[in-house]
């Protein structure tokens, strides 16, 4: 309704935005399946000649490429060309910033994975500077492996970013708080040889944000879900109606902090019985001694769990039953269709899943809960970083004028 | 941007559409303040004549009235005439269905309460058909001493409707399941002689969700909230960017089995700790005994404490403690920029306030929380039939080319 009255009005100011609106209607329609002007025109109710402007636009401006005669439609008249995303057009940059690793990831405006990194590079307490001269040389490779001019830079990042525009205002197991991470990273990449990375927009967000976003966008996830995950600490994402709920600040998806066993063991936080406590790192130091500190926890208990050890399979067990009774909390508040888990706890699914089933069934129960509502993150581990590549691109399709000059 | 379509094609279909938001666009600037024909213009961007044309639409269907010259503006020329909202127009009507009362409430187009009803009658155990005959009784004299006729009716229930069109899945507190409501309704009012209500359309949402809107739009509550209420029950509505979170199924705000001590006291639901053993009546009963089933439980607790009653006392700091605990889970999930408390925790909240305050202070650790952010309704009790009524007026305003034939 807010919009109406551009319509209505007939300024250039309104001619202008309209026709920004249009562009992205049209790669948006083009973005789903290649198509012919002619069906483009069918599917979004502009004229053929409306289209064929926008579509002009869209191809000089790198977006859009002619791909051959598209499919006969079984219309009468001759086939038009396909129009379909340009796979040399912009794309998107992803990195990650781990507690155990680092990341970097580029795709194609279509999402496609172009080229994908990892190293692992034990960051926890180093400067930032250090851990963004690593970050900037793994960024630089990736692009220039993938031969895509990215259109912007997403970084994931385990800790709190709020709506502070980019600054880690926490990050406790970096040991980080209130690190500018677009200014920290800019000269990295400049000292990298990387010059044009430094003159993207960078964006960052929560590691857990960027997962929930990812297992919607990739993943198949339903429009209103829980996702949650483990990385260095436990976290999630509340998607409703297809997008993330952040809260009014932005730190929506604290999971790790909600009160499982409120008398129960004090957490680095300051509270007593938090569910980190028990379904994180915090709970594996605990069972395994200083011993578990080494590595990412994540694979150290899958490997223990995967080799029938007693302890191992003792906190996966306390592990899933914390998890769930916090799951039972946030499905009594929130009722979404799933929860599932992502990240680290894709990889541990197969030991929370029974212990975690049974808290679910036995503390839902004013409405029926069903065990298949709890799924398992195909994208596991990997959610976070393509979550944030994917995003610049969709961007990109969202509102192709601010590229194509709209 | 799905909408432009329909600006840029010229069908009738597509002009009639733009009709019946440019209605609601010149209804909802005079619903704000009265406004002159001229203002309206300047407010949205709409010519003269076109705003001189819905204006006759909306005056003609009886939603908008002149009220006489406007103020003067200072600008040059004849003051126009002010248009505002017809005080003799539709109004909302609610209802309310307790397990200790009834209610019974009419509100203007502006939202102002023209009547207000309110019965004690005992409704636990009792048939729907016998508790909607009393209701009819009540909906038909208030809305005979408003004097408006009411564009729909709302119903605001101590239980889950869901996304079910209307039926009660649930009211424990009643013991009622899967009722109805508008076809229990509809028979009781022809039967009360108010034939014409018989014929409105009838809505029912849970009495939580209901207080939760009531405080966005008449509390002054903030974008992003979440708003605790306890009736029979407890329970809670999540308004978020000003609108509610329903939940994949409807059945969003069960706050009343978020679990609070996982190994704690059997809920009714089945499952062990859920809040509602410890913030509402069940926890008065432990305490007091089978005394403090008598009458309403707020209302006793409230009058105990205020007298001084150690164990009253001890139970409100109790169940302070237990919405603590519950809260922050939320808070750390959900991030909103308040907790109001609402409903019956309203009337309790001198009591209830220390102990909820201490366990957010020490449970909402990882992002500042401040005291302030924990408020108490201005709308108390009265909260979800008020939002029953609002509602049915806010969705005339919303598209008034419903009624005024758009």
Known sequence: MRGEPDAVRSGPASQQGM???????????????????AEVAAET????????????????????VEEGPAAPSGKVGRPGTALGLNPLGPGGLGAEIGVEHLGACVVDLSGEVRTWRRREVRNRGRRPAAVMADLAELLHAAVAEAGLRPAGLT????????????????????GWR???????????LRAAGAA?????????????????????WLGGGPEDFLYVSAEAGVGAAIVVGGRLLRGARGYAGEFGHVPVHPDGHRCACGAHGCLEQY???????????PAGARGDWVTLLAGRAGAG???????????????GIAAAGAVNLLDPAEVVLGGGYARLAPWLLPAMRAELAARVTVRPWSDERLTVSRLGRRGPLLGAAVGVVRAVVADPGRLAGG
Chains 1, 2 share one sequence.
Not at 51 to 62: D, H, M, P
Not at 203 to 213: F, R, S, V
Not at 279 to 289: I, P, Q, S, Y
């Open 196 to 216: 044009e990375l430094a003159e993207l927009p960078v964006e960052a967000d929560n590691e857990a944000n960027l997962g929930g976003l990812a297992e919607r």
């Open 178 to 188: 209130d690190v500018p991470l677009a200014a920290e990273l800019r000269p990295a």
């Open 309 to 323: 050890d007693e302890p191992a399979l003792a906190v996966l067990a306390g592990a899933g039953s914390a998890l």
């Open 19 to 37: 026709r920004r609106a249009n562009l992205a209607l049209v790669l948006g329609v083009i973005a789903r399946a290649p198509r012919s002007r």
């Open 155 to 174: 970084l994931a990042v385990p800790g709190l970013v709020g709506t502070s525009g980019g600054v880690l205002q926490r990050a406790a197991n970096l």
């Open 45 to 64: 109710g502009l004229t053929r000649a409306a289209v064929s402007s926008l579509a002009e636009q869209l191809i000089a401006g790198g977006l859009v």
């Open 279 to 289: 379904a994180g790192e915090a709970a594996v130091l605990r069972a395994a001694g």
